[in-house]
């Protein structure tokens, strides 16, 4: 790809040491959607400007095949910035727009571990971002008890959260979101950092049920 000068001074704008998500957004502000140039920033494969390049994207051109080039290009980075990069996705982009909601709502079954777990993170923001829950709670619970032992780590750990958000704000689901939990025995002996949120569901629920209580 020939990279235009806007693009080539954006980049060198960005510091791997130096440069913050503030920034990075304050930068976006200015610039508000320019698509092109968001996959000229995101040809270049680092951190950085893929994360301004999330931010300026035009939502109404991210196709299911565009978003598939997306996915396979996140793969190429580490663990811990391809989860990142694709929560920004999804926070910045995809929950913004009717047609790239729906994409996310046809996910649960995608050959993609991070198109999957975006699935049910989106599904976990609907609760605790303070709505009234969607109707699918039933459904979402009966496959989290199906499928979650067998799924890939970055999924089990969203349905998880899923499970976690569901039993915290819809107290009829609250003792089969902890036997969840405690069936699968997932996240039991993880060590969180002091006054951190263990992901083990039936300390999850309970320790979030009480602060709302509070």
Known sequence: MNLSSKAKDLYAQ????????GDIRKIAKVIKKDHPLAMELWSYGEYLPRQLAILIMDPKLLSQ???????????NHGSEESLQLMDWLLANQLSKDKKTIALMQSWENSTSALQRRTFWYYQARLRWVGQTPPPNSEYLLS????????????????????????????????SRCMAIGEQTGLYKDEIVPKNCTPNYLPEFISIQVAKLKK
């Open 14 to 21: 960005l510091d791997n040491k130096t440069t913050k998500l």
């Open 143 to 174: 496959s989290i008890e199906e499928k979650i032992e067998s799924e890939d780590p970055v999924v089990q750990w969203a349905m998880n959260f899923t499970a976690a958000q569901i039993g915290i704000f819809q107290p009829q689901y609250r």
């Open 65 to 75: 095949v565009l978003i598939n080039n997306l996915d396979q290009d996140i793969l």
